[in-house]
Nanobody, 126 residues
Framework: QVQVVEVGGGLVQAGGSLRLSCTAS????????MGWFRQAPGKEREAVSC???????YYLDSVKGRFTTSRDNPKNILYLQMNSLKPEDTAMYYC????????????????????WGQGTQVTVSS
């Protein structure tokens, strides 16, 4: 059974930084692309980033240049480094396992992801 757990959320002032971590178990981690999503109150869940098995990355336009996704395949860990945070980044952040090892063409589609974590809250104060 695949288990996904995110940690690292918290409260930060605008302009600050946070690093989220996600551990996935019960699968061969290096064989899957991984994604980060977020959902703000009253809004739909949106894809923030995707990283292929070989660490090619894709980003939501509004986070490009501020967020960086990386992975450590031997340790089964996914990271999201968030810099220059803005109040509009406030959301519950989720890590998810994609159904394939690639991101291109489908990385923003929720149904392309098979296993999800419980989420970690990120709150950015102005």
């Amino acid at each position: 059974q695949v288990q996904v757990v995110e940690v690292g959320g918290g409260l930060v002032q605008a302009g600050g930084s946070l690093r989220l971590s996600c551990t996935a178990s019960g699968l061969t981690f290096g064989e899957y692309a991984m994604g980060w999503f977020r959902q703000a109150p009253g809004k739909e869940r949106e894809a923030v980033s995707c990283i292929t098995w070989s660490s090619t990355t894709y980003y939501l336009d509004s986070v490009k240049g501020r967020f960086t996704t990386s992975r450590d395949n031997p340790k089964n860990i996914l990271y999201l480094q968030m810099n220059s945070l803005k109040p509009e980044d406030t959301a519950m952040y989720y890590c998810a396992v994609k159904s394939s090892d690639y991101c291109s063409g489908s990385w923003t589609l929720i149904h392309e992801y098979t296993s999800w974590g419980q989420g970690t809250q990120v709150t950015v104060s102005s």
